[in-house]
């Protein structure tokens, strides 16, 4: 079974600063998809940035970008001039490419907190 | 465009009774899954369902049972409550279109609290 491991469940950064949040996975496949969703106070989980493992390519989306080791199994995220609307739990997340196994797999989370 | 609704947003019951909790996916979106969030914890995988069918279990009793309408909106049934079902309910759809899988992106909704007492 794939599991996901989120070994900081705290962080914190300064506005305009650089963080970077950690998650290393577990799975026998060579194929699959990464993602990083953010969870507001507001509760609704928002997809921040999605990795293919096939790409070698590390994903970028404005201001988050994920550095994604596929030997290491680990995909951390890197979140540039940090904002206050960044302050959220963030959550690593595993699936197959399989048709009939869409189910994501989460670690238990980071809570991110911006200093202003 | 609506995003993935879910209703109600907070719910509060006793052991032993049952509750239904209801999601409308995002316009476009066939498939449905829901996830249990404790606190503290990351969502787990409830099943998934596509075409009206469960296609997807996991580790979850029969006690949650769920439906989808021809509409595509979803119910998550849960019977015999204990306090350990005390959690954020969370509804995500996509859209899963064969000969594109992994493709699709899940969308959640804002969630249902659920507290047993």
């Known amino acids: 079974a794939q599991t996901v491991t989120q070994s900081q469940p705290e962080m914190s950064v300064q506005e305009a600063e650089t963080v970077t949040l950690s998650c290393t996975y577990d799975?026998?496949?060579?194929?699959?998809?990464l993602f990083w969703y953010k969870q507001p106070p507001s509760r609704q989980m928002i997809l921040v940035i999605r990795q293919e493992a096939y790409k070698q390519q590390n994903a970028t989306e404005n201001r988050f970008s994920v550095n994604f080791q596929k030997a290491a199994k680990s995909f951390s995220l890197k979140i540039s001039d940090s904002q206050l609307g960044d302050a959220a739990m963030y959550f690593c997340a595993y699936r197959t490419p399989n048709f009939g196994n869409e189910k994501l797999t989460f670690g238990t989370g980071t809570r991110l907190t911006i200093i202003p | 465009d609506a995003g993935v609704t879910q209703s109600p947003t907070h719910l509060i019951k006793t052991r032993g009774q049952q509750v239904t909790l209801r999601c409308s996916p995002k316009s476009g979106h066939d498939t449905v899954s829901w996830y249990q969030q404790a606190l503290g914890q990351g969502p787990q995988f409830i099943f998934q369902y596509y075409e009206e069918e469960e296609r997807q279990r996991g580790n979850f009793p029969d006690r949650f049972s769920g439906h989808q309408y021809p509409n595509y909106s979803s119910e998550l049934n849960v019977n015999a409550l204990l306090l350990g079902d005390s959690a954020l309910y969370l509804c995500a759809s996509s859209d899963l279109t064969p000969g594109l899988a992994g493709q699709e992106t899940q969308y959640f909704g804002p969630g249902t609290r659920l507290l047993v007492l």
């Open positions: 799975t026998s496949e060579s194929d699959y998809y």
